[in-house]
């Protein structure tokens, strides 16, 4: 294992447990990094103000990516870099959806847009951002700044058939991939965890092969295609596991932490 520099690690289903909590020791462990002069941040398709909560007990210092590494932020919520989803691209994602019976959730770097606001899948939400929707009778006409749509269903058989179809029908328009099971997720074209890597080593100087990466999602694996060591969470999927060049425990059983410190003991 190359001597690791920097770290990046996915949130939810890595970074957090299943009820969306960071544990001791992966705080412990992160704080380790920082003691060794190692580089740590995050990478999410959660908006900018769903990371906000990682911040003080990470002690983060560098900028996060947020909607799958298209918006770029200080830990301070100061915005650096935010794209957004053509409008066309956005009608073509939503009309799909739609077609397929899956519910379809807006967020722009501040708002978060739904049409029900009683669903189990709006509830959990609400909880991991600790963050209000907007109930809106209709999505349309689409408000300006569209940063993510959000498939989103608990039939997981019929949204992971949703997310070739969708990446077909978009094209080079806009970058879609699951998040979770339950979440199917359209991010501005050109952009996505594996830019996000490339943009946050060549900030700090950081060749890729020094930088170490941690997710459990298929929107993980462009940034497991970019590092120089990859980790897949044991709550991945055999196909992302696949993708990775390491497995480390789930994020129920600490898993990053454990990462962690093997990348410790390698250098």
Known sequence: MNSVRLVISDVDGTLV????????????????????????????????????????PLDLKLPMGAFNGSTLFNPDGTILESHTIP?????????????????????????????RGDTSYVARERHTLDFEPDIVDAISPLPDGICKIVGVSGDFDRLAACEPALKAALGKAAHAARSQNYYL???????????FVEASANGLGIPLKQVAVIGDMTNDVPMFLKAGISFAMGNANDAVRARATATTLSNDEDGVAAAIERILAAG
């Open 185 to 195: 997720d359209v991010t501005p074209p050109g952009l996505d965890k594996g830019t």
């Open 87 to 115: 409008r066309d691209a956005a009608n073509v994602a939503l009309d799909l959806l739609t077609a397929q019976g899956v519910d379809a959730w807006l967020f722009t770097a501040t708002r978060w847009l739904v049409q």
């Open 17 to 56: 447990t299943r009820d969306k909590q960071l544990t001791p020791a992966v705080i412990a462990a992160v704080h380790r990094l920082h003691t060794r002069g190692i580089a740590f941040t995050a990478v999410s398709s959660r908006p900018p103000f769903g990371m906000r909560l990682l911040t003080a």
